[in-house]
């Protein structure tokens, strides 16, 4: 289903692969929910999950590291190769999943 047929251009980065579109006020997006994030942030060595599409085949959700235990968050607020504040993390994620979000297994937010 098309629910637009227009967007405005935000900002994007080939360093980084993401791009941030804005959508018409007009657009009734409520059929899709939303994603919400708390305000404390990730915590480390708490249990998550990852909703991601590897390199745009269906979803798939990875709860596991490798060796079969739960993922979780490594760290919190560390520099990396995609910039500063970054959440370090064990989940068993495929390639073409960058910009998955981080989901809590307790509060179901964002991380």
């Known amino acids: 289903m098309i629910v637009a047929t227009t967007s405005t251009f935000i900002a994007d980065s080939e360093d980084i692969d993401y791009s941030v579109v804005q959508l018409p006020d007009c657009v009734d997006l409520s059929a899709y929910g939303y994603l919400q994030l708390r305000e404390s942030g990730p915590v480390v060595n708490e249990s998550i999950y990852v909703s991601q599409h590897p390199d745009g085949n269906a979803k798939r959700i990875v709860s596991t590291a490798d060796g079969g235990s739960d993922s979780t968050i490594l760290s919190v607020g560390e520099d990396g190769s995609c910039g ?28």
């Open 84 to 111: 500063t504040d970054q959440v370090g993390h064990d989940a068993d994620t495929q390639e073409g999943s960058s910009g998955s979000p981080l989901l809590s297994t307790r509060r179901f937010f964002m991380s």
